[in-house]
């Protein structure tokens, strides 16, 4: 009997062996690491909201009172009928202050490997939006081919909030950068959200809170594992350890192992020392010099820089260099 699957369980048994796969390498690999978009499971992505909450996490906060002042201009820049194209759109929140500033967009597409959160944000939009299209895409941004095809004809205005963009290595920002280009056409402009460098105090405790919302994020990867991969971790021996690397101009994450253990991962037997750690996370912090660079790259132009007066954020508005 031939019985075929609803699209979405093929959909997340194809995510669940990518999954496997990335884990059993990662782990196999010195030093250890797992790629950062694995940290966003439906969990994940809640606590990521209520790190965008947290006191200590300025983030969100600035980037959203820099938006709140800057999107008539960026409206303006944009012009009306475009197309907006969000990359790792979470729960759309400062994306708010974008339709509403922008009532004859096209569609909004938002793109995100957390499917269910994806999903209750698209309905959510849709309720509170109902003259607006709403075309999610639950993709992998790193890898993603093609818009809807139902956005083609409209110029398109990317998103890329959040200060994601220090989610990616150097090079990868660069890959990305030049995917989205392609993406988003000779028409096209790109908002970035960049996390500034400043006092390296400040950056630790954003990436340490008192609450340990950052850390149960972090070991949440742990809990996934073990739901999805039969992984036998246990959460209490391992540590979130999060730290400012002036060097590199970065904040690096891992779990750390509290003792010799050894932990079975998908039919696999792991042994960890002591005080190793598995990196699953940078956040890049750039500087004026470092976000031009990076522009440049990709085969974007800076248009605009809007910062909070601080200077702790940065909103770039980039467009397509001729
Ligand atoms: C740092 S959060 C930012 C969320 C939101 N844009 C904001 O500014 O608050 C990163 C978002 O990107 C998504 N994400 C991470 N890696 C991704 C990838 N490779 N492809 C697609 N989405 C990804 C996560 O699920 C998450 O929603």
């Known amino acids: 009997m031939n019985v075929s699957l609803p699209v979405l369980d093929r959909v997340e048994a194809g995510d669940r062996e990518e999954f496997r796969?990335?884990?059993?390498?990662?782990?196999?690999?010195?030093?250890?690491?797992?790629?950062?978009?694995?940290?966003?499971?439906?969990r994940g992505s809640e606590l990521f909201d209520a790190i965008c909450?947290?006191?200590?996490?300025?983030?969100?906060?600035?980037?959203?009172?820099?938006?709140?002042?800057?999107?008539?201009?960026?409206?303006?820049?944009?012009?009306?009928?475009?197309a907006l194209v969000e990359f790792g759109s979470g729960s759309s929140v400062k994306?708010?202050?974008?339709?509403?500033?922008?009532?004859?967009?096209?569609a909004y597409v938002p793109i995100d490997i957390s499917r269910h959160h994806l999903d209750a944000t698209a309905a959510r939009l849709r309720r509170d939006y109902p003259g607006l299209r709403v075309?999610?895409?639950?993709?992998?941004?790193?890898?993603?081919?093609?818009?809807?095809?139902?956005?083609?004809?409209?110029?398109?205005?990317?998103?890329?909030?959040?200060?994601?963009?220090?989610?990616?290595?150097p090079h990868e920002a660069t890959a990305f950068l030049r995917r989205a280009r392609t993406l988003l056409g000779d028409r096209g402009a790109m908002v970035l959200g960049v996390d500034l460098r400043?006092?390296?105090?400040?950056?630790?405790?954003?990436?340490?809170?008192?609450?340990?919302?950052?850390?149960?994020?972090?070991?949440?990867?742990?809990?996934?594992?073990n739901r999805e991969l039969d992984a036998t971790f246990d959460l209490a021996r391992?540590?979130?350890?999060?730290?400012?690397?002036?060097?590199?101009?970065?904040?690096e994450i891992y779990f750390r192992s509290l003792a010799v253990q050894s932990v079975a991962v998908a039919g696999r037997i792991f042994t960890f020392a002591e005080g190793e750690r598995v990196h699953t996370e940078y956040s890049y912090k750039y500087d004026d010099a470092g976000i031009?660079?990076?522009?440049?790259?990709?085969?974007?132009?800076i248009d605009r820089t809007w910062t909070d007066p601080a200077r702790l954020f940065a909103v770039v508005y980039l467009e397509t260099a001729p």
């Open 238 to 251: 391992f540590a979130h350890d999060a730290f400012y690397n002036p060097l590199e101009g970065r904040i």
């Open 21 to 42: 796969e990335a884990v059993l390498a990662g782990l196999s690999r010195t030093p250890r690491a797992i790629p950062p978009k694995f940290l966003y499971d439906a």
């Open 53 to 82: 909450e947290l006191p200590e996490y300025y983030l969100t906060r600035t980037e959203t009172g820099i938006l709140a002042d800057c999107t008539p201009e960026l409206a303006r820049l944009a012009g009306p009928g475009c």
């Open 198 to 225: 400043k006092v390296p105090q400040r950056l630790h405790d954003a990436y340490n809170d008192s609450a340990g919302v950052t850390a149960a994020f972090t070991l949440n990867l742990l809990r996934r594992m």
């Open 135 to 169: 075309e999610p895409v639950c993709a992998d941004y790193m890898a993603l081919e093609a818009l809807p095809a139902d956005v083609n004809g409209a110029p398109r205005l990317g998103f890329f909030p959040g200060s994601t963009i220090g989610n990616l290595e």
């Open 95 to 106: 994306t708010r202050l974008l339709l509403d500033a922008m009532p004859n967009l096209a």
């Open 292 to 301: 031009a660079a990076l522009a440049k790259s990709a085969g974007f132009t």
